[in-house]
């Protein structure tokens, strides 16, 4: 009998367009806002974000500090919306990521950055929404509508915004140049769905998923989407932390999944992949270079910052098609709603 396509199947085929679009008619403001940033060229940066918008902050912090020197520290908004607490921010720049821009806490964060100095953008998909009137510039990531409650669109259009601006802001003709590439790659990336990886995580009900650098950042988003989507519990970890207490839980067949990107950290990943391999673990890696663990399909797209946005795209597919075959509605993960507001 045919499986009827679920919502997230359609918006991870949607990914390439958006971005596409993202490119074209988001670009203008992104400039204007990556020219205010260069004329204020801020000592430091702070995101504000949860969920899935606090991993996209994570690969931008990673984006950040590798592109600019720039760095970059995640505040937690209840140092706002609770505490109100004032921090000292004249000589920073501040990035709330929110896909509806909705979330009292984000607002209200974002909103007092600006108050208390700090050059403020919101990278959101609702431009008219009150973190984009709280900041000083607004990043449209131009996602469309996305209905399923797991993001998916609105996380890779984050991120590509975020670099894009990095990207503009540094005069970075070669990130450019592979972000214009990206929705072609990105056709192919949709296509990959790691079979041998669903097959492995059948029957089981714990895993970890590794990464490092921006890599590390698609690793969180991919173990919340195990919870979210499939009822999974899945922790994620630096790969350089895992070997720090972790992988004592480890035991035979134990599922592991290791995102490398082609870039400075692909040998440490791919060394640690091999050493939980040979300790029993089932391990997989997006990558070749390896001796003991399982290398799966990938699509490589020619920079070391968009790689891990294919590799997320790819699990996307995978762990849609996973959760439909545990007889699981990603659309409508339980106790769950698309728009989560917090104070």
């Not at 390896?290 to 891990?308: E, Y």
Request: glycine residues 6%; negative net charge.
């Amino acid at each position: 009998m045919e499986i009827p396509e679920t919502q997230m199947r359609r918006e991870i085929r949607e990914i390439p367009a958006a971005v596409e679009r993202l490119m074209s008619k988001g670009r203008p403001a992104i400039e204007d806002a990556a020219r205010a940033a260069a004329a204020r060229n801020p000592a430091f940066a702070i995101t504000i974000a949860r969920g899935s918008s606090d991993h996209a902050c994570t690969y931008l912090k990673y984006a950040s500090e590798l592109l600019l020197g720039l760095p970059v520290a995640s505040v937690g908004p209840s140092i706002a919306s609770i505490y109100d607490a004032h921090l000292r921010l004249q000589q920073s720049l501040c990035i709330a990521v929110s896909q509806s821009g909705k979330s009292p806490d984000i607002v209200e964060l974002a909103r007092m950055a600006r108050f208390d100095g700090a050059i403020s953008m919101a990278i959101t998909n609702n431009r008219h929404s009150p973190l984009a009137e709280s900041c000083s510039h607004t990043l449209d990531i131009c996602a469309g509508p996305e209905r399923s409650v797991a993001a998916t669109k609105t996380f890779v259009t984050s991120i590509v915004a975020g670099l894009l601006l990095l990207a503009e802001w540094k005069q970075d003709e070669a990130l450019v140049t592979a972000l214009m590439h990206l929705p072609d790659l990105l056709h192919g990336a949709t296509a990959v769905d790691w079979p041998e990886v669903r097959a492995t995580l059948d029957g089981r009900h714990s895993l970890f998923t590794l990464g490092r650098g921006p890599a590390w950042a698609v690793s969180n988003e991919a173990a919340l989407k195990f919870k979210e989507t499939c009822q999974l519990h899945a922790e994620s970890y630096s790969s350089a932390e895992v070997l720090h207490g972790p992988v004592s839980i480890v035991g035979e067949g134990f599922p592991v999944i290791c995102f490398a990107a082609e870039d400075a950290a692909e040998k440490a990943v791919n060394e640690i992949a091999d050493q939980i391999s040979n300790k029993g673990a089932r391990v997989f890696v997006t990558s070749p270079k390896v001796s003991a663990a399982t290398p799966i399909d990938h699509v490589r797209t020619g920079h070391p910052l968009t790689d891990p946005i294919s590799l997320i795209v790819s699990f996307y597919s995978m762990v849609e098609r996973f959760a439909v075959e545990r007889g699981i509605d990603p659309d409508t993960p339980r106790h769950l709603q698309k728009v989560t507001q917090t104070i």
